[in-house]
């Protein structure tokens, strides 16, 4: 019996031990190494990937679809086809308002 948790055994950004208070292995020292210059990181995040998309027309959307008409039996019938070809991410945005990180180990608030 498993928790849903991750199995790989990281490092967490906000501090500079190594998960679980274990000592750090060979494996994780170069991690440990990348991290020492962000120790001091920051917990708020201030950008985020965008779920909109750019189309070939310049408009900006979370889904494109098409009006297709199809003739069946003599009737003319229109159904909407989505596109998913040619679109382009929005990319990065910035937040209006920062937002602290998920992984953020503090408690900021007990009820």
């Not at 708020?44 to 909109?52: I, Q, Y």
């Not at 900006?60 to 019938?77: D, I, Q, S, W």
Request: net charge positive; aromatic share 8%.
């Amino acid at each position: 019996m498993g928790g849903s948790g991750s199995k790989a055994k990281g490092v967490w950004p906000f501090s500079g031990n190594g998960a679980g208070g274990e000592a750090v292995s060979d494996e994780t020292e170069q991690s440990v190494s990348r991290l020492k210059a962000s120790r001091n990181a920051t917990p708020f995040v201030f950008t985020r990937r965008s779920s909109l998309y750019y189309d070939e027309d310049g408009d900006l959307a979370h889904e494109f679809y098409e009006e297709t008409v199809v003739t069946k039996n003599g009737r003319k019938k229109s159904k909407l086809k989505r596109i998913q070809k040619n679109l382009i991410p929005q990319g990065m945005v910035k937040l209006d308002h920062p937002c602290i990180h998920v992984d953020f180990p503090i408690i900021l608030c007990e009820v």
